[in-house]
């Protein structure tokens, strides 16, 4: 690999300096732990940790800060990612609830618990299912729940041997692919219509009795509502196959249409995506589930239950598929989330819905007038699939996109469209920034027209470029090299 | 394209040369290691493992995908391609010679014969670019 | 309405642009029996409301007092620079890296993140955080069985119970079969029947707080040919020897205790780190070094061919996203008190741990296991340790993790302590517990 021409942004390794420290914890001093624990138990050296001054630190991480991308900065329309503003007062009703230790005495956390019933409660109404756990610590969590609930329903009917397969469309979203294989499933792709929605006829061919459930998303990953639902519903079923609902687009129908009432026997919602908890970088994630009467005894465990004395965590559930994590749930996320629907009621609820399809057709209409395709022809929803005229790529198009200071759309996802640019920019963005991102879209690709070479060279205005991702995978860097100073 | 004569093909896009002693190298052709972009890593099959024709037995990785290799005949696996560890870049650069992915002993030669010959390879690779 | 910017204006403006009359009628083509259903929601709530409703909710819980429960989390001192870096809003709200050159924030931290990680346990390659220590000793599992190929794992009782209990829900899916080795006085004794086993896993401190022999579990799992997951508390290897020095092949654990508020349980994050032959089976986000067009140092998201959005049904695990908000607070953390203040928060736990059973000793108590222990360990209690646990809390004091009945103790309860416990907190428990009846006599109390 290149040696770094110019380190020019230092590492908190490089900063460190012996001696120096930032935060003085109580001390209690004096143990001779070699003579407590064992000497054998003991660590030789001390771990190379970074020694800092807090003022090194502050710098650090908040020129760090500086060099990063958010929401609160500027516009982020990441397709089914749902990146709308994190309401600032999400913030102070968390740190409400964030010194309980979860094996408090529960009569000590009854505000808690109260709090987390409710928001079982809640979800269960919005999505029109009888039975909803909030432990999944993320969307794909949640899937791996419902789907091993499946699992565990057909077994209890003696079918679990005969049914292998995992129906997914063509579009999905990666984790359910994956999901299936790691609860033990086969999976068989379904393609899409000229549409985009699923072809009926290549549905009910790939559904048998070797089929355990099929995983939907609705609206789809092509942004466009499955108008064929009630029908792939009523098929499954009588295949006798669970379906199974990838809340990641929820955001569409949110307050408007309930998955219950689709047909959908468990159901996971993104609160990240719909509910506005903070995607952090990356995560914490929550993916609650949401499940049908019939499948409720397999709910893992504990739910939070109502007694008559008060709020309780429960294991009563008698054919639970047990933990899928430890203690109870993302419960720092789940406080914002109830927030949210409680700031919103279901009138605004319903209103968040109608102004992300509004939203998401006004550009749609505006990136068609700056010269962009959208391959399915119809009115989309919260989202919708565009792409670059001929000859100019998805990749490049983004690239460019930086020195505008906004924040690319995704690219090359769903995998069935060629150049794929989805495109999702909410209903907490006005529409001066959604002219804002059209007019530089338009602005791009005629540079590209009259500049091809200078697409290709973007970003230019960027702390850094365009990135060696090649040598990064042939030769992984994973950890600072404290013996390369 | 570069389809040399002298080998055969799956749709698929592996190679496979005549029998020497019972054993045919196999790697992917000069269409596939384009798409696929800059090889940054490659999983080879274990030396010993018995694979029949359609098995997916190696996989190679670009930065943004990953691709499944299948053998085209039945066989064994008698030897794999170490270097492409250290240099998985061969096979973009040399996806007929240094490129190679792995060698069988295969049972039949004759099977060799269902696989495409390079003037129809030729033709399915340009179908579908 | 909060958050929604438009006004009737917009609206008009928004509908004249698509071509529609109404927001309703962009919602046309769905069924409409599925339509603007009935939904029970209570009532929107203004801001002043909302906190007003959300103080008296927290009002009802309860957070005074000393408190000296672990199981797995803990309070601990987490210094007020810490949130006010981690938590600035270009970090809290901003999404997954995939935009590598407006994200080096988030990419630079992850990658000091797994560093840091790597040095704690002394193993290669740490990936980008999972979402808690149960669930990546799961995935570590999962890891040994593919590397071997063996079907069954081994998993000592001193494993954290929850942890077990996801590890069977995780591994029943793939009929991988999980056996439990039994303590023999409070530790994993060297396992039988190893030779099919995936790996062995053991935790240290183990659930009951106590020290375990980790070099001698390593040796025992590799002379079978099997990998050894050591589950390790992240803050006692500031001072124990780290997992990639007695051998491991993975470490995992909970990453709470490096600086997180406990929050009832979550979110916190989990870690993994393991021996580079391993990298390639390594599930979760990675984050490489490496340079730009320019030449500049840079991070970017790497051998993500491993990972669901690739891989999709090959892939090493489902995890999409990682924990990277609180494995942020824990990098900040690490870093605001450098090595020498995480050695000290261990050693004062370690110290207040043994003087809290050295005075339980002298008003006449036992450990219910004595064996060297870290900053936990287990009591015997009269009455089953769900009510010790009430009858403290009624007396201020939060205390008594109830102790399983698959430990043989009988009625027990976990006791820890951390450096925020003082030596006054130390006695209002010992009161606290007299108070209750857990404690015969009336000893001294030596000031």
């Not at chain 2, 274990?46 to 990785?61: I, L, N, P, Q, S």
């Not at chain 3, 929850?162 to 056996?179: F, Q």
């Not at chain 3, 209002?428 to 001294?444: K, M, N």
Request: aromatic residues 6%; hydrophobic residues 40%.
């Amino acid at each position: 690999m290149a040696e770094p021409r110019e380190t020019s942004f230092p590492s908190l390794f490089e900063r460190s300096r012996a001696g120096r420290r930032a935060a003085r914890p109580p001390r209690h001093d004096g143990p001779d732990l070699g003579g407590l624990l064992g000497e054998e138990q003991l660590r030789d050296a001390p771990p190379r940790l970074p020694e800092v001054s807090e003022l090194d630190l502050v710098r650090h991480f908040t020129q760090l800060a500086h060099r990063q991308f958010s929401i609160d900065g500027n516009v982020y329309p990441l397709g089914s990612c749902t990146m709308k503003y994190n309401p600032k007062v999400h913030e102070e009703a968390a740190r409400l609830f964030q010194d309980l230790h979860p094996y408090q005495a529960p009569e000590t956390a009854q505000g808690t618990l109260q709090l987390l019933f409710e928001l079982q409660r809640d979800l269960a109404a919005l999505t029109g299912m009888e039975a909803v756990s909030l432990q999944p610590a993320a969307g794909a969590h949640g899937e791996l729940t419902g789907i091993l609930m499946i699992r565990a329903y057909h077994q209890a009917r003696g079918e679990g041997a005969q049914r292998r397969v995992v129906i997914v469309p063509d579009g999905a979203h990666g984790t359910n692919p994956a999901t299936a294989s790691m609860a033990g499933y086969r999976v068989v792709e379904v393609r899409s219509d000229a549409r985009g929605e699923v072809d009926l006829e290549a549905f009910r061919q790939a559904l048998g009795p070797e089929v355990a459930a099929v995983m939907l998303t609705n609206p789809n990953t092509v942004g466009v509502f499955e108008t064929h639902i009630l029908e792939i519903a009523r098929l499954a079923h009588e295949a006798g196959a669970q379906l199974y609902y990838d809340g990641a687009n929820l955001n569409a129908i949110v307050g408007r249409v309930r998955p219950g009432d689709m047909g959908f026997d468990v159901v996971h919602l993104n609160l990240h995506k719909t509910f506005t908890t903070p995607h952090g970088g990356g995560g914490p994630g929550t993916g609650p589930i949401g499940v049908k009467a019939h499948l409720a005894d397999f709910l893992p465990v504990p739910l939070v239950v109502r007694e008559d004395d008060g709020y309780a965590l429960s294991e009563d559930v008698p054919r639970s598929i047990g933990r899928i994590r430890s203690f109870y749930g993302n419960v720092g996320n789940l406080v914002r989330a109830y927030a949210y629907i409680r700031s919103l009621g279901l009138d605004g609820l319903r209103r968040v819905s109608g102004h992300a399809v509004l939203n998401a057709n006004y550009l749609r209409v505006k990136m068609q007038e700056a010269g962009f395709t959208v391959p399915v022809e119809r009115l989309n929803m919260h989202e919708f699939v565009a792409q670059p005229p001929d000859g100019v790529h998805t990749l490049d198009v983004a690239k460019a996109l930086l020195d505008y200071g906004m924040h690319p759309m995704t690219v090359y996802f769903p995998l069935i469209v060629k150049e794929a640019m989805m495109v999702e920019p909410t209903e907490t963005e006005s529409l001066e920034t959604l002219d804002a991102y059209a007019a530089a879209l338009g602005e791009i690709l005629a540079r590209a027209a009259a500049d091809p070479g200078y697409l290709e060279g973007a970003p230019y205005a960027t702390p850094v470029r365009r990135l060696d991702e090649v040598t990064a995978a042939r030769q992984p860097v994973l950890r600072y090299a404290f013996d390369d100073a | 394209m570069d389809i040399p004569d002298n080998l055969r093909y799956a749709t698929s896009h592996e190679w496979a040369t005549e029998p020497e002693d019972g054993v045919v190298t196999i790697g992917i052709s000069d269409y596939a290691q384009d798409q696929l972009g800059d090889v940054v890593y490659v999983e080879l099959p274990e030396v010993g493992r018995d694979v029949r024709a359609g098995d997916a037995v190696a996989v190679v990785e670009s930065v943004k995908t990953a691709s499944d290799i299948y053998a085209p005949v039945n066989g064994s696996v008698e030897a794999v391609n170490e270097a492409l560890v250290d240099a998985p870049e061969r096979i973009n650069e040399s996806p007929y010679g240094e490129g190679w992915l792995f060698r069988l002993r295969v049972r039949d030669p004759n099977e060799l014969g269902e696989l495409l010959d390079a003037a129809a390879y030729r033709q399915a690779a340009t179908e579908e670019a | 309405m909060p958050y929604l910017p438009h006004s009737a204006d917009d609206v008009r403006r928004a509908l004249e642009t698509i071509g529609v009359d109404s927001i309703d009628a962009l919602f046309d083509e769905l069924p409409s029996t599925l339509r603007n259903p009935d939904i029970d929601l209570p009532p929107a709530m203004d801001e002043t409301t909302l906190m007003g409703h959300l103080r008296a909710l927290a009002a009802k819980d309860v957070t005074a007092g000393p408190n000296f429960l672990g199981g797995g989390m803990r309070r601990h001192f987490i210094p007020a620079v810490t949130p006010a870096l981690a938590l600035q809003s270009e970090f809290v709200t901003a999404y997954t890296p995939y935009q590598p050159e407006v994200a080096q924030g988030v990419l630079q931290a992850t990658f000091e993140f797994q560093t840091m990680m790597s040095e704690l346990t002394g193993l290669d390659v740490a990936n980008a955080s999972m979402y808690d220590g149960a669930t990546a000793v799961a995935e570590a599992a999962l890891l040994a069985v593919r590397q071997t190929r063996r079907e069954t794992v081994l998993v000592s009782r001193g494993v954290h119970p929850e942890t077990r209990d996801v590890l069977a829900t995780y591994l029943e899916a793939l009929e991988i079969a999980v056996h439990t080795v039994d303590l023999e006085a409070g530790r994993t004794p060297p396992p039988g029947a190893v030779e099919d086993a995936a790996c062995v896993i053991a935790q240290q401190p183990n659930h009951l707080g106590l020290l375990e022999d980790m070099g001698g579990l390593a040796e025992a799992a590799h002379a079978a040919g099997a990998l050894f997951v050591a589950a390790v508390d992240p803050l006692s290897l500031a001072v124990l020897k780290p997992p990639g020095v007695y051998g491991a092949d993975v470490a995992v654990g909970d990453g709470q205790v490096l600086g997180n508020p406990m929050a009832f349980g979550g979110p916190s994050f989990g870690f993994m780190v393991v021996r580079t032959a391993l990298l390639r089976q390594l599930p979760g986000r990675l984050v490489g070094q490496t340079t730009d067009v320019d030449g500049k140092r840079a991070f970017v998201l790497t051998l993500q061919a491993r990972e669901q959005h690739i891989r999709r049904s090959k892939a090493k695990s489902n995890i999409c996203s990682n924990h990277q908000l609180t494995a942020l607070m824990a990098t900040v953390n690490m870093a605001a008190l450098g090595p020498e203040g995480l050695r000290e928060m261990a050693v004062g736990s370690v110290r207040q741990a043994h003087r809290l059973l050295e005075r339980l000793r002298a008003a006449g108590a036992k450990p219910a296991v004595d064996a060297p222990f870290f900053n936990e360990f287990p009591l015997a209690t009269r009455r089953p340790g769900g009510e010790v646990r009430s009858a403290l809390a009624a007396r201020g004091v939060q205390a008594g993790v109830p102790l399983g009945a698959e430990y043989g103790l009988g009625n027990a309860v976990l006791l820890c302590a951390t450096e925020l416990v003082t030596d006054r907190d130390i006695e209002t428990l010992i009161d606290a517990l007299r108070g209750s009846a857990e404690l015969d006599g009336v000893a001294a109390h030596h000031g």
